[in-house]
C-alpha cells in the first residue's frame, strides 16, 4: 500500500459526464481504508449535471426544463463540490485559482492529482458577431433562453403589420448540421408547429427554418444511407437544409453565410440564429503549456505528460492503442472518468494501471416526431423503431431513478397534452447595476478581488487603510479603479459613512468601456493620474 497517511487531494475540474463520473468512480471504488486519506473536490459552475440529449426536448416542451438535470450533490455525495468558475490552473505550483464567490475573494486548491474534464466552448471569436448575436446550445440555460426567445419573436410577430418585419421574426436559422444542431433544429420545427396553432394571425406557411452545414451532408457521423434519410425528413417538414454552407458573420437582424464552393456571401434577414459551432476549446485549457491546439493529450492511461496531471472528456486528446483518436462523445467521456478514476487509485496504491480501449457502442439521433436515425453495434434503424431506442436508452442512462421516473411521466404526457407555449422571463445580473448602502456598511474590504468600479450617486463614503481614515467619497466621485486597473487586491477598505446610493460597473463592462466608448479612457485617465501611486492606463485603455 503505498497511500501514505497525508491526505490525498484530488481536484477534478468540470461538471459535464466526465467529471462528474470521475468523482463518482473514485467514491465507488476507494477502500473503507482510504477514505480518511483522500479528499476529493469537484469544481463546477453549476450545482448539477446536464443530460445534453435531452436538451432540444426542453426547447419543445416534451420535458420538464429541471427534469434534464441531475443534482451532483446526490449524485456524488461524498465529494466536495465547488460551484465557481476555473480561472487558471498552476502546473508548477499544483493550484487551481478559482473565480470569486459570494465574497469577492479568490480561492485557491492545491491538488495531489488534478482532471482536467472542462469540455469545451462555443468559439465567438472566429466569426464575426456570433459572440454578440448567436445563441449557443450546451447547457439548460441556453435551452430556456431560446425557448423565450422563440416564444418572444412569435408573440411579437403575432402584432407586427410589416411584412419585413414578420418575416425576420418568423426566421430561424441553426448552424451546424451535427448531432447538436439536427436535433435542435428539429424539435424546435416540432414546438413551432404546435405553438403556431395558438396564434390566429400567423399562418404557419410564414414559419421559415433553415440549417446550415459546411460539409456535403448533414449528420457526418453516421453512414451515409441514414444521413441521408435524416435530410429527407426534415426537408419533408419544411426545413431548408443547406449544404456546403457557413457562418461568414451575423447580426441582430441578418445572418450572412459564404457558400463553401464560390465563396458567394448571402445575407438573410433573421431575429434568430442558434449556433452549435464552431467549437473551441476552454481558455483555461488552450492556456496550458500541455495543450495542443486547446486540448491535452493524454496517454491510453488518460495521464497526460505532466504526472499527476489527467484529462477526460471533449479536452482531452486519448490516443488509443491502433493509433485512433477517442471521439469527442458522451459514451467516451463516460468510461474515460471509468478508466481515469482507476488509474488515480492504482497509482496511489502502486498497482498496475489500466489502459482505455473503448471505441464505441454505436449513435442516435432524434429528428422529432416519433422519428430517429440509430446505428447500435452495426445494426442500422430508422423512423419509429429507432425513436423508440432513442428513447429506451437515454431513459436508463439518466442518472438515478428518481430522474428516470420523471423523464417517463413527461414523455407519457407530452403523447396526450398541448405542449406549454408560456414565456418564462429570466433576470440576469446587471452589469451596471445601483447600489444602495445604509451608514456603516462595507462596499469592499481590503484585500477582496477587484470586480467592480463604483460611482457616488449620493451620500457619503469613506476609504479606510489599516484601520485609518485616508480619502472621503462623495457625489460624482469614483472609487475601486485601481485593482481592476492592476488586475490587484483591494489595498483599502470602502464603508458608507451615510447611506449612499453608487452605481457599479462590473469588470467586463468597465474594459468594455474603456476600449470602445469614446472619452471614457481619457476620462479615467485624469482620475488615476490625480491619485498618487495609482497604476497608469495603457493607451488602448487597458
Known amino acids: 500500500m503505498v497511500v501514505s497517511d497525508a ?39 453549476e450545482n448539477y449535471i446536464v443530460f445534453q440529449p435531452l436538451l432540444p426536448e426542453v426547447i419543445s416542451g416534451s420535458i420538464d426544463m429541471l427534469h434534464a438535470i441531475s443534482p451532483i450533490r446526490r449524485f456524488a455525495k461524498h465529494t466536495r463540490l465547488v460551484t465557481r468558475e476555473v480561472e487558471a490552473i498552476d502546473l508548477e505550483r ?58 418572444g419573436c412569435l408573440e411579437a410577430a403575432a402584432t407586427e403589420t410589416d411584412p419585413a418585419e414578420r418575416a425576420l421574426l418568423l426566421t430561424f436559422v441553426v448552424a451546424g448540421g ?23 394571425t400567423i399562418d404557419a406557411r410564414e414559419l421559415r427554418l433553415i440549417l446550415l452545414q459546411r460539409d456535403a451532408r448533414i449528420l457526418p457521423e453516421l453512414r451515409e444511407s441514414l444521413a441521408r434519410f435524416a435530410h429527407r425528413v426534415l426537408a419533408g417538414r419544411g426545413v431548408d437544409v443547406r449544404l456546403g454552407v457557413g457562418l461568414a458573420s451575423l447580426s441582430a437582424r441578418s445572418v450572412t453565410i459564404a457558400h463553401k464552393v464560390g465563396g458567394a456571401c448571402e445575407t438573410i434577414a433573421a431575429a434568430t440564429c442558434v449556433a452549435t ?32 496531471v489527467w484529462a477526460v472528456g471533449d479536452c482531452a486528446r486519448v490516443q488509443l492503442h491502433d493509433g485512433s483518436a477517442s471521439p469527442p462523445t458522451a459514451q467516451h467521456a463516460l468510461r474515460q472518468a471509468k478508466t481515469c478514476a482507476a488509474n488515480i487509485l492504482a497509482t496511489m496504491r502502486g498497482t498496475p494501471r489500466r489502459t ?15 422519428n430517429a436515425v440509430a446505428e447500435i453495434l452495426g445494426l442500422r434503424l430508422k423512423g419509429l423503431p429507432a425513436w423508440l431506442l432513442w428513447r429506451g436508452v437515454y431513459a436508463t442512462k439518466f442518472p438515478g431513478l428518481d430522474g428516470q421516473l420523471r423523464l417517463l411521466v413527461d414523455w407519457v404526457l407530452d403523447a396526450f397534452l398541448p405542449r406549454n407555449i408560456t414565456q418564462l422571463r429570466v433576470t440576469h445580473t446587471e452589469a451596471v447595476a445601483r447600489e444602495h448602502f445604509q451608514a456603516g456598511e462595507t462596499v469592499f474590504a481590503a484585500g477582496d478581488y477587484g470586480d467592480k468600479v463604483y460611482f457616488v450617486v449620493r451620500g457619503e463614503l469613506e476609504a479606510l487603510r489599516d484601520g485609518r481614515p485616508i480619502a472621503t467619497l462623495r457625489d460624482g466621485d469614483v472609487f475601486g479603479e485601481a485593482a481592476l486597473i492592476a488586475m490587484m ?9 451615510t447611506a449612499a446610493d453608487v452605481v457599479s460597473v462590473s469588470r467586463a463592462a468597465f474594459e468594455t468601456l474603456l476600449r470602445h466608448v469614446p472619452g471614457v479612457a481619457p476620462a479615467m485617465e485624469r482620475i488615476v493620474g490625480a491619485r498618487s501611486g495609482a497604476p497608469r492606463l495603457a493607451a488602448n485603455g487597458h
Do not use: W
Not at 7 to 18: E, N, P, Q, Y
Not at 184 to 190: K, P, R, S, T, Y
Not at 278 to 306: K, M, N, Q
Not at 359 to 367: I, N, P, Y
Open 7 to 45: 491526505t490525498t487531494r484530488i481536484v477534478i475540474l468540470g461538471g459535464g459526464f466526465g467529471g462528474v463520473y470521475t468523482a463518482r468512480h473514485l467514491e465507488r471504488m476507494l477502500r473503507r481504508r482510504e477514505r480518511r486519506r483522500v479528499e476529493i473536490t469537484l469544481v463546477s459552475k
Open 277 to 308: 459551432v464552431p467549437a473551441g476549446p476552454h481558455p483555461v485549457v488552450a492556456a496550458l503549456p500541455i495543450a495542443d491546439h486547446g486540448r491535452v493529450p493524454v496517454s491510453a492511461e488518460l495521464e497526460s505528460a505532466r504526472a499527476g
Open 178 to 200: 451535427g448531432f447538436s444542431g439536427v436535433e435542435c433544429i428539429a424539435e424546435l420545427q416540432d414546438f413551432l408547429r404546435d405553438a403556431v396553432r395558438a396564434y390566429p
Open 94 to 151: 499544483r493550484v487551481v485559482r478559482l473565480a470569486p464567490g459570494h465574497l469577492p475573494r479568490p480561492l485557491e486548491l492545491p491538488y495531489d492529482h488534478l482532471v482536467v474534464a472542462l469540455g469545451n466552448r462555443l468559439d465567438g471569436s472566429t466569426i464575426p458577431g456570433v459572440a454578440e448575436h448567436a445563441i449557443p446550445f450546451k447547457y439548460l440555460g441556453d435551452a430556456l433562453h431560446l425557448r423565450n426567445h422563440v416564444v
Open 489 to 497: 487586491a483591494r489595498n483599502a477598505t470602502v464603508r458608507a459613512v
Open 356 to 370: 482505455f480501449a473503448f471505441t464505441g457502442l454505436g449513435t442516435l439521433a432524434s429528428l422529432g416526431r416519433r
